[in-house]
């Protein structure tokens, strides 16, 4: 079953159990599938659907920052919950030891020794890592590396 007939089919089960917060997180998400379809003027693949979930990951870390801030538990829950659903869609992800291990290897094969590598590191790394491990972790390791 593919990841967006997946969602369609959660979407109904949410429905069915009355779940609020898991129906209306993936009707956005289904949104912003069909909002790519209509802009591209193509079926969107599985790989863009994955980049879009991973983009409303990202806005939820976000908004979750600012909730936190702000004082507002009860969006920072919803925030979370939200997380946490959108989690599931992804691919099983990567520990931060096997995400080391990617890096010494990327880095190691291009050659790289300063932080004026980290592009070509970055640019690299991203297919290997995509949608298994966050970008901003796996940066961050990329910077502890070049800097050791």
Known sequence: ???KENLLSDMKE????KNVLRKNTIQMVRGAIL???KDTLQEVNEEQ??????QEIKKRKDALIDFEKGNRLDLADDAKAEISIL???LPKQLSDDEIIVI????????????MKDMGKVMAALTPKVKGKA??????NIVKQCLTQ
């Open 1 to 3: 079953m593919s990841l």
């Open 134 to 139: 966050d970008n901003s972790k796996v940066s």
């Open 49 to 54: 659907i994955l980049d879009i979930i991973m």
């Open 87 to 89: 989690t599931g869609y």
């Open 14 to 17: 949410a429905m069915k159990e």
């Open 103 to 114: 890096v010494r290897e990327t880095v190691t094969e291009m050659g790289a020794s300063s």
């Open 35 to 37: 909002q790519k379809e």
